[in-house]
């Protein structure tokens, strides 16, 4: 079993930037990966940010590339989304979640077995 919690959430300006942290406890292993997604009311869970947990492969989603960053410190069971330059659109629930191996794409929240609490992120203009 593999348990998530996220921090860092909060209100935040434009332009501005936050990291959000998620701290991993449980089994994890080199075919581990870690996702992160974002829920914004009325609207279904997307992703934002992948990275694999050996290599450090990361993946990012469209609309957040070059502006967010997503790393990992596996010595500290922790996974991190670096956010800068933020946009009212990215006002939203942020989730990280956790899986082992998939033939599946990183983008799909359906090969997450592992879900945090989600922590809410709301950026006024």
């Known amino acids: 079993q593999v348990q998530l919690v996220e921090s860092g959430g909060g209100f935040f300006q434009a332009g501005g930037s936050l990291r959000l942290s998620c701290a991993v406890s449980?089994?994890?292993?080199?075919?581990?990966?870690m996702g992160w997604f974002r829920q914004a009311p009325g609207k279904e869970r997307a992703f934002v940010a992948a990275?694999?947990?050996?290599?450090?492969?990361?993946y990012y989603a469209d609309s957040v590339k070059g502006r967010f960053t997503v790393s990992r410190d596996s010595a500290k069971n922790m996974v991190y989304l670096q956010m800068n330059s933020l946009k009212p659109e990215d006002t939203a629930v942020y989730s990280c979640?956790?899986?082992?191996?998939?033939?599946?794409?990183?983008?799909?929240?359906?090969?997450?077995?592992?879900w945090g609490q989600g922590t809410q992120v709301t950026v006024s203009s």
């Open positions: 990275i694999t947990w050996s290599g450090g492969t990361t």
């Open positions: 449980g089994r994890t292993g080199s075919s581990y990966a």
């Open positions: 979640a956790g899986r082992y191996y998939s033939v599946a794409s990183y983008y799909t929240p359906q090969s997450y077995a592992y």
